[in-house]
Structure formats: structure tokens, C-alpha cells
């Protein structure tokens, strides 16, 4: 729910109406509304319209809808920390062989 909170906060800061940035993204507001509050996910081709819409860093966003992303997969998971941390790992080994080629 971070990128849905950190919409929400956007759009209340600057004082737009949902269906405001629903037409910016092409959807409808019943859809924004359901991005807003954690029940669906954003699509990925909205992150640099919305970065650009308010003047914000796209990557701070995208960071956010990933974690939201990873979250949903394994927050229910007993050993959610053990994954993140085997993952961490391996992003690292991969940055490691990637620097050396």
C-alpha cells in the first residue's frame, strides 16, 4: 500500500479530485478510486505520467510499486524476512557479476 498511500497524499496535497487523475491515466474513477486504496495495482506504464503530473522523482515511484508488488506476494508468508533476505542476496551476487563483465 505504499504507492496507494503515497498517491492518495499526492493528489489530496495538490488538491485534485480522483477523477481528475483517472482521466490523466485513461481509467475510470471507479478504478482509480480501487488503485488508491490498495485493491489493484497501477498499471507500470503509469508511474512516469503520474512522476511527471507532479513533479516528482519517477524513481522514488516505481520503488514504491514494486514494494507494493513484493509485499503482496509474500506478506502472508511465515519466513517473509527469511525470503527478502535469500533475495537481497541474490540481487547482490547479480550486481557483483554484472560489474565485472
Not at 34 to 43: L, N, Q, V
Request: hydrophobic letters at 35%; a negative charge.
Amino acid at each position: 500500500m505504499y504507492f496507494a498511500q503515497k498517491l492518495k497524499s499526492l493528489r489530496e496535497e495538490n488538491h485534485y479530485l480522483q477523477r481528475q487523475i483517472a482521466a490523466l491515466l485513461d481509467i475510470d474513477t471507479p478504478m482509480y478510486s480501487r488503485i488508491e486504496r490498495g485493491e489493484r495495482f497501477a498499471k507500470e506504464e503509469h508511474i512516469p505520467i503520474l512522476a511527471k503530473y507532479y513533479d516528482i522523482d519517477e524513481n522514488e515511484l516505481r520503488q514504491l510499486w514494486l514494494a507494493d508488488k513484493v509485499y503482496d506476494v509474500i506478506a502472508g508468508e511465515s519466513s517473509a524476512n527469511d525470503v527478502l533476505s535469500i533475495v537481497s542476496e541474490s540481487i547482490a551476487e547479480y550486481g557483483k557479476e554484472n560489474k565485472s563483465c
